[in-house]
């Protein structure tokens, strides 16, 4: 391997068998591909032929139910604090229980400008992963059911599907609680 190309094995999480790709430059990975391929965890790269406009189109084109897609939301709990809470699919984040979890009488989303400034993704391809500066992480209960999820590569229209056992012993100090509202 002396001509500075690097040999990863993809380890494809479905009935297909793995397949080695020859990289040439790590730079050509999305963010969080380079952070997984790192942390030797095993992981795919899904990249979508067109626009994505729903998360039901996401999980279809990606051969996944819709609460295989785990989405990172940021929330700002006051000024220069914010904290990820990783979401299963279509579930909405109960603001109760998110606020009694945190003790927080007050809270709100993060602005795109925000995301991209504490995150360095954009809104739609951010990620619990490969970020520039700690960030406290919440998962609620239902990300880490599915055998295999897929998270924001950091690039938008692309996605990183691993095992939700991989993705979960990637994050530091991940907190699991119930944070999905029951509607």
Known sequence: MGDGAINIDF???SSQP??????????????VAQT???MS????LFRHQGQVTSLE???????????????SILFRLGEGSFVMVLMAGPAQVSWPALRAYLGQSRLSMASEEEVLSVTGYRVGAVSPLGLPGPI??????????????SIG???????????STDLRS???????GKFASDK
């Not at 189109?57 to 989405?71: T, Y």
């Not at 990637?170 to 699991?176: H, L």
């Open 136 to 149: 406290r992480i919440l998962a609620d209960e239902n990300v880490f059911i599915p055998e295999e999820v």
């Open 57 to 71: 189109q996401a999980a279809a084109e990606r051969g996944q139910e819709p609460g295989q897609v785990v989405r």
């Open 18 to 31: 793995a397949r080695t790709s020859k990289i040439t430059d790590m730079s050509e990975q999305p963010p």
């Open 153 to 163: 590569s950091g690039e938008r229209g692309t996605a990183v599907i691993l095992k």
């Open 170 to 176: 990637s994050i530091d100090a991940i907190e699991t």
């Open 11 to 13: 380890v494809l999480l």
């Open 41 to 44: 965890v095993p992981y795919r």
């Open 36 to 38: 997984l391929t790192q």
